[in-house]
């Protein structure tokens, strides 16, 4: 079990030598190689001191994660549960007393294979994690079939009465069903588990994903909303910075369908580009003769997300990267092995932009089937007399700021559709629900547009001197295509519902600050210097642990 468990997280996270060592290990416990015996107290200080230490790396690892598309879990706890919970499992062979099966062991397994399969893969990673599934299906139905006894350790008596055996193979039938539904649709949890939640009516979605249902974003705004996710560092506010880009909308989710190019390292020498770093590659997502660029060096507070938040108009971003992703909406994200937590964007923020020739219009501006009738009325009354689309856009901001009011959360009646009931009954919403009302209407109107969410920096740092984005400041606004001007920001949500110019305790920055300082001195360790300091640690704790663990030898053996 341990093995299927340990081959799918390393294919999964592209790390072999751990499935290699944790299946090495198991097999000698299993061999009875190396054994010893605890007392309860001694077991548990030793599972606790276990849990701390795996808790510390997972915290301080630069190891790139592969980011989970369950987002109801912190990405770090998922892999500090998984790495707790396999290393334990081998522990046990070590100290068991008489039976080396503790009768836990399925269990653990499923909780790891859940969470191992809430991991983004590509469509080979989850074949092998289906195999690994099955393999653990049958490797824990030999398990169960023996008969659950516990002996005076606690520990299982390997006997397979017919009955019993008949009620194990029954009982693991259900286990198995989950296992199995969890390699299914793990892969694609976020979109399922939110289809589940969602029928009654419950935002649950965290995250910036290629799926956005109305109200997934006021889930993100309120859980956790002090949770620093970027700091900006930039000679002025940046303002929106774009995280995902919608253009098809099925009442009530948004869907990207795009095409999506990659990127790899510019190997020319940019003369108009400066501040890049030594260890930092160039990536020209658009040719620009610009020398006016407006600059802003983006550290995120996870190293693993893949989401890279851009100012529109981005043209070349400098990161320690192989790769970058780009779709037709200008969403970057990011592809390979991380060496640092920081990019640098450049932009042409707050020049003029210009029109785009090559634009595929028809995307932007799909109209949603079986739209109400009452709500394509509406945009022609909210459009009346606008004969351009930046008159449109002017009409669009002041219709939603001078009819509706602004409240995080909006409780829509069953069996009907949310926008619909939004754009008709003016009941208080957030940024998802306007948003999407300017969307619809602007492309009923004819307007090329699409959907955008991402944060809205407006909080600044000065001790640090930098932007910092909160989980609160995620937003949901709409940009614009216009044949002169090229693609404009529109803002439709009431002033009282866009992030604004907020300040916090001294204390506060300042700790965050030192946050941020010992991010940043993690960053700049060189893998091969990370791993000397990782090694003098481990030798030094092994070091005040060697009598501890010699004592308790000595002692249960006494």
């Given at each position: 079990?341990?093995?299927?468990?340990?081959?799918?997280?390393?294919?999964?996270?592209?790390?072999?030598?751990?499935?290699?060592?944790?299946?090495?290990?198991?097999?000698?416990?299993?061999?009875?190689?190396?054994?010893?015996?605890?007392?309860?107290?001694?077991r548990y200080f030793l599972l606790i001191v276990?849990?701390?230490?795996?808790?510390?790396?997972?915290?301080?690892?630069?190891?790139?994660?592969?980011?989970?598309?369950?987002?109801?879990?912190?990405?770090?706890?998922?892999?500090?549960?998984?790495?707790?919970?396999?290393?334990?499992?081998?522990?046990?062979?070590?100290?068991?007393?008489?039976?080396?099966?503790?009768?836990?062991?399925?269990?653990?397994?499923?909780?790891?294979?859940?969470?191992?399969?809430?991991?983004?893969?590509?469509?080979?990673?989850?074949?092998?994690?289906?195999?690994?599934?099955?393999?653990?299906?049958?490797?824990?139905?030999?398990?169960?079939?023996?008969?659950?006894?516990?002996?005076?350790?606690?520990?299982?008596?390997?006997?397979?009465?017919?009955?019993?055996?008949?009620?194990?193979?029954?009982?693991?039938?259900?286990?198995?069903?989950?296992?199995?539904?969890?390699?299914?649709?793990?892969?694609?949890?976020?979109?399922?588990?939110?289809?589940?939640?969602?029928?009654?009516?419950?935002?649950?979605?965290?995250?910036?994903?290629?799926?956005?249902?109305?109200?997934?974003?006021?889930?993100?705004?309120?859980?956790?909303?002090?949770?620093?996710?970027?700091?900006?560092?930039?000679?002025?506010?940046?303002?929106?910075?774009?995280?995902?880009?919608?253009?098809?909308?099925?009442?009530?989710?948004?869907?990207?369908?795009?095409?999506?190019?990659?990127?790899?390292?510019?190997?020319?020498?940019?003369?108009?580009?400066?501040?890049?770093?030594?260890?930092?590659d160039v990536f020209v997502l658009k040719e620009?003769?610009?020398?006016?660029?407006?600059?802003?060096?983006?550290?995120?507070?996870?190293?693993?997300?893949?989401?890279?938040?851009?100012?529109?108009?981005?043209?070349?971003?400098?990161?320690?990267?192989?790769?970058?992703?780009?779709?037709?909406?200008?969403?970057?994200?990011?592809?390979?092995?991380?060496?640092?937590?920081?990019?640098?964007?450049?932009?042409?923020?707050?020049?003029?932009?210009?029109?785009?020739?090559?634009?595929?219009?028809?995307?932007?501006?799909?109209?949603?089937?079986?739209?109400?009738?009452?709500?394509?009325?509406?945009?022609?009354?909210?459009?009346?007399?606008?004969?351009?689309?930046?008159?449109?856009?002017?009409?669009?901001?002041?219709?939603?700021?001078?009819?509706?009011?602004?409240?995080?959360?909006?409780?829509?009646?069953?069996?009907?559709?949310?926008?619909?009931?939004?754009?008709?009954?003016?009941?208080?919403?957030?940024?998802?629900?306007?948003?999407?009302?300017?969307?619809?209407?602007?492309?009923?109107?004819?307007?090329?547009?699409?959907?955008?969410?991402?944060?809205?920096?407006?909080?600044?740092?000065?001790?640090?001197?930098?932007?910092?984005?909160?989980?609160?400041?995620?937003?949901?606004?709409?940009?614009?295509?216009?044949?002169?001007?090229?693609?404009?920001?529109?803002?439709?949500?009431?002033?009282?519902?866009?992030?604004?110019?907020?300040?916090?305790?001294?204390?506060?920055?300042?700790?965050?600050?030192?946050?941020?300082?010992?991010?940043?001195f993690l960053a700049s360790l060189s893998m091969?210097?990370?791993?000397?300091?990782?090694?003098?640690?481990?030798?030094?704790?092994?070091?005040?642990?060697?009598?501890?663990?010699?004592?308790?030898?000595?002692?249960?053996?006494?």
């Amino acid at each position: 079990m341990i093995v299927n468990q340990a081959v799918a997280y390393s294919i999964m996270t592209n790390s072999l030598w751990f499935a290699a060592v944790i299946s090495l290990t198991a097999f000698m416990g299993v061999w009875g190689l190396i054994n010893f015996t605890l007392t309860p107290m001694k077991r548990y200080f030793l599972l606790i001191v276990l849990g701390i230490c795996i808790a510390v790396m997972t915290v301080f690892s630069q190891f790139n994660y592969p980011p989970t598309l369950v987002s109801y879990f912190n990405n770090s706890l998922i892999y500090f549960t998984t790495h707790y919970l396999l290393i334990r499992q081998v522990i046990e062979y070590f100290i068991s007393a008489n039976s080396r099966l503790t009768k836990y062991q399925p269990l653990y397994g499923i909780i790891v294979l859940t969470f191992i399969g809430s991991m983004e893969s590509n469509s080979s990673q989850s074949l092998v994690f289906l195999l690994c599934s099955i393999g653990f299906i049958i490797s824990a139905s030999l398990f169960t079939a023996f008969s659950w006894t516990p002996d005076a350790n606690n520990r299982l008596n390997l006997r397979l009465p017919v009955s019993r055996t008949l009620v194990s193979i029954v009982l693991f039938s259900v286990v198995a069903g989950v296992t199995w539904l969890s390699g299914m649709f793990l892969i694609n949890i976020e979109e399922n588990a939110n289809k589940f939640m969602f029928s009654f009516n419950l935002p649950v979605s965290t995250g910036f994903s290629n799926r956005a249902k109305l109200g997934s974003l006021a889930y993100k705004k309120s859980n956790s909303e002090k949770k620093v996710i970027l700091r900006v560092f930039a000679d002025r506010n940046p303002g929106y910075l774009r995280a995902k880009a919608y253009n098809v909308y099925k009442s009530p989710i948004w869907k990207i369908r795009s095409r999506t190019t990659t990127i790899l390292p510019d190997t020319r020498k940019m003369k108009n580009v400066s501040s890049i770093e030594k260890d930092q590659d160039v990536f020209v997502l658009k040719e620009s003769e610009t020398d006016d660029w407006f600059t802003a060096n983006v550290w995120s507070a996870y190293s693993s997300q893949q989401v890279m938040f851009t100012p529109l108009e981005t043209k070349i971003i400098a990161a320690s990267l192989t790769e970058l992703q780009i779709d037709e909406s200008e969403i970057v994200v990011s592809k390979g092995q991380k060496k640092k937590t920081n990019y640098r964007t450049f932009s042409t923020l707050g020049n003029s932009p210009l029109p785009t020739p090559d634009i595929n219009k028809e995307q932007f501006i799909e109209i949603p089937k079986n739209l109400h009738p009452d709500v394509i009325s509406l945009s022609g009354e909210v459009f009346k007399g606008c004969n351009d689309t930046i008159s449109k856009i002017s009409a669009v901001e002041q219709y939603f700021n001078t009819e509706y009011k602004y409240k995080l959360g909006i409780q829509v009646p069953e069996n009907t559709d949310p926008l619909t009931y939004f754009l008709m009954e003016k009941p208080p919403a957030h940024c998802e629900y306007f948003a999407t009302g300017a969307a619809v209407l602007l492309r009923l109107a004819g307007v090329p547009c699409r959907y955008v969410t991402g944060f809205v920096l407006a909080e600044w740092n000065p001790l640090g001197e930098y932007w910092i984005a909160r989980n609160r400041d995620a937003n949901a606004w709409v940009e614009v295509y216009d044949d002169k001007k090229g693609w404009l920001i529109v803002e439709a949500t009431p002033s009282g519902g866009v992030p604004s110019t907020f300040s916090n305790a001294k204390t506060t920055y300042i700790w965050d600050y030192v946050k941020h300082c010992f991010r940043v001195f993690l960053a700049s360790l060189s893998m091969d210097a990370l791993k000397s300091l990782l090694s003098k640690c481990i030798s030094f704790f092994t070091g005040m642990l060697h009598p501890l663990v010699y004592l308790f030898i000595v002692g249960d053996g006494q």
